[in-house]
């Protein structure tokens, strides 16, 4: 049982932020029962540790990179400052539960979702990124989905050029439309609007 | 098996629980067909104490159903732990190496090794921190753990490296104080400066100093069967296809040198 819980408590100086400074001020009062003296005391210093710090760093910037490369047009469009802070938010919610990029982006996305009105757009690329996310990922028969078939409010055009490029679009043109979101062999993302609409 | 290539992990009850990613497993079908395929894991948290992943097991012993490896290995630490609900810290973290985790450790690997009938082996860790006071350095917990479960022991030559780098150790009496009679595997890799540390990042051409440790500890395992460059994909269009050549040749070069014995780790 003691082994059990100084793994929960060194789990927490890694990944639960503002832990470490909470144990530093609070002393054994910010630990659970359970633990044996020598595991107590271990936690107490350890919370102190550069190496402690720096593996807390690691757990961020593993989480930080999963999302980045799922969720690459979603972290142009809010911005670095915007998604230092839903990140910070995010993390405070959601420990890490997986190694898996898919699990990580679809949590991460979920949370980004419910505050989406405050970013003109957000809600379209969401949307279309976790669309990407479903297809990559593997169905029960081992090969992924081929296409979805999505509805944006913008005009996807006004969307995602400039999104693709790196940048935040400037403006924005309101127009309901279904996209079909296709993987090309080489895993390479293709649009289509649908209903005779344009190819994006 | 590394998470995001192979296979998609659904987590523990899932029906299927693992899905298979179909280019990893067709790139492994085919080099399987031409040379020996030989997994190394790092999803089996074989040190957590709230539970042990037996699903991850039994996934292990179905790709020994189809690759039939020679051997397998993971980590000796733990990246699962229960503060509240599973978290996977997404790392692998130090155990602490008293006589509570060695007993825990030492009936896992025996339960491995009855089930999977070929040797398995434990990576010793790279750390950046270690628990204070505790009750084996992790060489002699190794020595311990191969008497007590016939635990094989990959050595990675480069986490010795990063270890001692930053505590201010000397690798060579680390590495002297593992079973080296129990190495069936070493790995070389490259690291970088960050924070104050240098890492295991396994982001560049391995220091001169590992390639020594190579030469150094390659006549002292008499049962090492194999060498292993580590190299993150993310990093192999900086180091590109020759720097990575040179570093395989330096591994060979070595390899020849010494002329370890042939591929046969005792089970």
């Known amino acids: 049982m003691s082994l059990r819980a100084y793994q929960?408590?060194?789990?927490?100086?890694?990944?639960?932020?503002?832990?470490?400074?909470r144990l530093r001020d609070r002393g054994s009062a910010a630990l659970p029962?359970?633990?044996?003296?020598?595991?107590?005391?271990?936690?107490?210093?350890?919370?102190?540790?550069?190496?402690?710090?720096?593996?807390?760093?690691l757990v961020a910037s593993f989480r930080l990179g999963k999302v980045l490369k799922a969720l690459p047009l979603t972290c142009t469009l809010i911005g670095k400052d915007r998604l230092r802070l839903e990140l910070r938010a995010f993390w405070r919610r959601h420990p890490p539960t997986s190694f898996f990029t898919f699990d990580e982006a679809a949590d991460f996305a979920g949370h980004l979702a419910r505050r989406a009105r405050a970013v003109p757009g957000l809600l379209d690329v969401l949307t279309l990124e976790r669309a990407l996310l479903e297809l990559r990922r593997p169905g029960a028969g081992g090969r992924p989905a081929e296409a979805r078939s999505i509805r944006l409010r913008h005009d996807p055009r006004s969307l995602l050029p400039s999104l693709v490029a790196g940048r935040r679009p400037r403006r924005l043109r309101r127009r309901t439309c279904r996209?079909?979101?296709?993987l090309?062999?080489?895993?390479?993302?293709?649009?289509?609007?649908?209903?005779g609409g344009r190819g994006v | 098996m590394v998470p995001d290539v192979v296979w998609l992990d659904q987590g523990p009850g899932e029906r299927p629980r693992y899905l298979p990613?179909?280019?990893?497993?067709?790139?492994?079908?085919?080099?399987?067909?031409?040379r020996p395929v030989v997994p190394h894991g790092i999803?089996?948290?074989?040190?957590?104490?709230?539970?042990?992943?037996?699903?991850?097991?039994?996934?292990?012993?179905r790709w020994h159903e189809w690759l039939r490896f020679p051997w397998h290995s993971d980590h000796l630490s733990f990246h699962l732990a229960e503060p509240a609900g599973e978290w996977n810290v997404n790392l692998t973290l130090p155990l602490p190496l008293d006589e509570e985790t060695l007993e825990l450790v030492s009936s896992r690997v025996a339960e491995v090794r009855r089930r999977i009938g070929v040797p398995f082996l434990l990576e010793n860790n790279v750390y950046y921190f270690a628990p204070p006071a505790q009750d084996y350095d992790e060489g002699a917990f190794f020595h311990e753990l191969a008497r007590r479960s016939g635990c094989g022991l990959l050595l990675d030559l480069h986490n010795v490296y990063v270890n001692c780098?930053?505590?201010?150790?000397?690798?060579?009496?680390?590495?002297?104080?593992?079973?080296?009679?129990?190495?069936?595997?070493?790995h070389v890799a490259g690291g970088m400066e960050f924070g104050g540390f240098y890492l295991d990042a396994h982001s560049g051409p391995s220091p001169r100093a590992v390639f020594d440790l190579l030469d150094w500890v390659l006549p002292r395992c008499p049962r090492v069967a194999a060498v292993t460059f580590e190299l993150f994909g993310t990093w192999y269009g900086v180091v590109g296809a020759e720097r990575l050549r040179r570093q395989l040749g330096r591994m060979k070069e070595a390899w020849a040198r010494h002329r370890p014995a042939p591929a046969r780790a005792a089970s």
């Not at chain 1, 107590?40 to 210093?45: G, V």
């Not at chain 2, 999803?43 to 012993?61: N, P, T």
């Not at chain 2, 201010?168 to 080296?180: A, F, H, N, S």
């Open chain 1, 8 to 21: 929960a408590g060194l789990a927490r100086l890694v990944a639960e932020p503002g832990f470490p400074s």
């Open chain 1, 33 to 57: 029962r359970g633990l044996e003296p020598r595991e107590r005391e271990r936690l107490l210093r350890l919370a102190s540790e550069p190496g402690v710090a720096l593996t807390a760093t």
């Open chain 1, 179 to 182: 996209v079909t979101v296709r």
């Open chain 1, 184 to 195: 090309g062999a080489d895993g390479a993302p293709s649009f289509a609007a649908q209903a």
């Open chain 2, 21 to 34: 990613e179909p280019e990893g497993t067709a790139f492994l079908e085919q080099v399987a067909r031409e």
């Open chain 2, 43 to 61: 999803g089996l948290s074989i040190g957590s104490a709230h539970r042990f992943d037996r699903e991850h097991v039994e996934q292990m012993a």
């Open chain 2, 165 to 186: 780098r930053n505590s201010g150790g000397d690798p060579r009496r680390e590495i002297d104080r593992y079973p080296l009679d129990s190495v069936v595997e070493l």
